[in-house]
């Protein structure tokens, strides 16, 4: 019995081995491949001159995809047809096949951005280029600079970087129907730029920030930067582009008849002094009211009585433009009057509480409208209308942490069509002051008034903002505890907003200068600045 014994630590021993022998393990491997791919050879080999090739093979040590090609790829000068690029998924060879008729004596450069990484751990072999001439030498001279956002803090990344040369046949819509002769892109968040492989020459720089990628320039969705002056090469001159985007000339969208009573007009543009006149024959009670829409770029026509006709002509513009425009009529029903709030719940005290209405808002009945604190206490009131955007203005004290219940009874608000509201009640909230900070900034070396001085939010939204005409101390107070910037608009025209650019007009775009870092607001704290302009 004893001999059994001493052999079952044996036995057990025995298949603890066996089983650590049976599992089944992966290798540990070596070290993560942190090399990017390596070029072996070219055909033809990389800046050769005299080329007259239809096919470009370039070989790599080891299995390399292509990644985000498109959005990478910039080929200078651009070609008519793109070539042909593979692989499609995984080589160790890059194939280039040109489609194009080349031009003669010009040097082409075709840069890869990021876009080349290897199979396995996708490292990038960056920006490599690819450049080749027709003729028997490389152009080598090159143009480098900076873009900047005329608006923003910093231009998003990437821009496009252009030269057009000053041939016979460029003018200034050039760069609306053809496409340079040189492109680059900046590289990476620094927007630094440099076009490279230039020739001897006068150009013309501009950079675009393009939703086409077509490196021609289309107002309604590109920004755009430009330099007035020439740039002659040889040149060791760095430059600065600022970008921004135009707004584009007044036109007015075809209209639509939106209910019985509401026309909607869309235009594009600056509707400084922009009118709606109607040029059919109108019954002689016929009165209307035109109304800017709030978010977006549309007037709001609204009229009575109803007009039985198949159609209406009007005329819409200002003074330097008019368009005439007609309204095909429909059998609709009317607008009911709803009222929403456009500013309630907690508000901070330079705000009002406002209420907005679906149809023209012409009387406020303050005897229907009652205002009491958390303490049942009655407080008065007054009220406005601002006709120019539609909203119902209530003006109110309101002291710290209290709750305001405002009831606006049956009858408070009449419409353009004598519908009148229903009951209402809201609710207004106030926080304690020690809840907000305060920013005082004192701005130094201003060299030209007005200027607009602007507190932003991080998501670039004007929180408040203070015109300047003179050298005072700004302050910015009821702040929400949260991250800012500070930006001044020299307001050179002196109409109280930021004015862009215009390539056409050759006009730049007024200049904004932002606080150089981000202010950092606490509740209950009161922070001072100084601003000192260079």
Known sequence: MKQRLYFIPIVLFAILIMANCAKKGRPSGGPLDTIPPIIVRSV????????????????????????????????????????????????????IKLLDTLAENTTYSINFGKSIVDNNEENEFEFFKYVFSTGSYIDSLKVRGKILDAE???????????????????????????????????????????????????????????????????????????????????????????????????????????SKYHILFGYEGKPKDLSITPLSELPDAFVSKTIKDIKTDTLHYWFKPEIETDSLLFLVGNKEQTDTVEVRMKNLYADSLVVTAHTVGTLVPRDTMKLKTSTPLVAIDDSMISIMDKDSVDISFATRIHPSNNLAEIIFPRGEDQR????????????????????????????????????????????????????????????????????????????????????????????????????????????????????????????NETFILD
């Open 44 to 95: 033809p080999e990389n800046f050769s001159t005299n080329f007259n090739e239809s096919e470009i093979r370039i070989y790599f040590d080891e299995y390399i995809k292509l990644k985000n090609l498109q959005e990478n790829l910039i080929i200078s000068p651009p070609m008519k047809y793109a070539p042909v690029i593979t692989p499609l998924n995984t080589s160790k060879m890059l194939r």
């Open 152 to 258: 923003l803090r910093g231009a998003q990344f990437p821009v496009t970087v252009m030269l057009y040369e000053l041939n016979d046949t460029f003018n200034d819509s050039t760069i609306y129907k053809e496409k340079p002769m040189y492109i680059s892109a900046t590289r990476d968040s620094s927007n630094t730029f440099e076009i490279t492989n230039v020739a001897e020459g006068r150009y013309k720089l501009l950079a675009l920030k393009e939703k086409s990628n077509d490196y021609i320039f289309q107002p309604k969705s590109d920004k755009i930067g430009f330099l007035e002056e020439i740039v002659e090469l040889p040149t060791d001159t760095s430059y600065t582009l600022k970008i921004f985007k135009e707004v584009p000339e007044l036109s007015i969208a075809r209209p639509a008849h939106l």
């Open 404 to 527: 305001y219940k405002v009831d606006l009874f049956p009858g408070a608000l009449t419409d353009f069509y004598e519908n009148v509201s229903d009951s209402l009640t809201y609710r207004v909230d106030t926080k304690d002051n020690s809840d907000y900070g305060t920013i005082a900034i004192r701005i130094e070396n201003i060299d030209s008034f007005p200027v607009i001085v602007q507190l932003l939010s991080e998501k670039n939204v004007t929180v408040d903002e203070r015109l300047l005409t003179a050298n005072s101390v700004v302050n910015f107070d009821y702040i929400k505890p949260g991250n800012y910037y500070i930006r001044i608009v020299f307001d050179s025209n002196d109409n109280g907003i930021w004015d862009t650019g215009n390539f056409l007009k050759k006009q730049q775009p007024e200049v904004i200068k932002y606080y150089p870092k981000k202010i950092e607001v606490r509740a209950n704290w009161s922070l």
